[in-house]
């Protein structure tokens, strides 16, 4: 298997702030069409409370929730069409956010979750292939993932955890400028 042809680490979302709705670009819409989803799975699932039982007693109406996103997509061969693109979430939860009296609060839960798709790009020589597999590929595959963290929450026994829209390409734009700024710097 080739090395991660295209790699972006998305950043960090704060569930506890708005997120608007990803807007697409018209041509970014016209590059869904050279991109097919052919199988959408759970690679890897943890769900960590470590607090249980004991952090049932007193749980707060309303938890602090944090989000890592992380996308990656590699290259299943040589010159084949086909990509696995992994959108990595850490959801971490604790009683109340990190302040200056409280660095660490008691967590309630940490789900770590890597949900995955198989794709193929039916035009291997379009110039949009990082912008296919790093954006539009979580763009269409964040709606399950984002079911499996509400589902995991709520089956964990805490409120359901309903994750806000990603800008995947925003977060992409975010990391190719921090990326080029550090290889200014070197």
């Not at 080739?2 to 960090?12: D, F, I, M, V």
């Not at 734009?173 to 200014?184: F, P, V």
């Amino acid at each position: 298997m080739n090395e991660n042809p295209a790699s972006s680490s998305a950043g960090t979302a704060d569930h506890n702030k708005d997120s608007s709705p990803a807007n697409a670009s018209s041509k970014a819409e016209s590059s869904v069409n050279t991109l097919v989803v052919n199988l959408q799975y759970i690679k890897e699932l943890s769900v960590k409370i470590p607090g249980a039982p004991n952090i049932y007693r007193n749980l707060p109406k309303k938890p602090y929730v944090s989000f890592n996103i992380d996308v990656n997509a590699q290259q299943l061969g040589e010159n084949e069409p086909n990509f696995e693109v992994t959108l990595s979430i850490l959801c971490h939860s604790s009683i109340a956010a990190p302040n200056e009296e409280d660095s660490n609060p008691p967590v309630l839960f940490t789900i770590d979750a890597y949900y995955s798709a198989i794709v193929t790009l039916l035009d291997m020589k379009n110039s949009n292939i990082e912008r296919l597999l790093l954006i539009e590929t979580p763009r269409l595959i964040f709606p399950e993932a984002r079911n499996i963290i509400l589902n995991l929450t709520k089956d964990a026994g805490f409120p359901p955890v309903i994750m806000q829209n990603i800008d995947f390409e925003n977060l992409w734009h975010q990391r190719r400028r921090k990326a080029k700024k550090s290889a200014e710097n070197q």
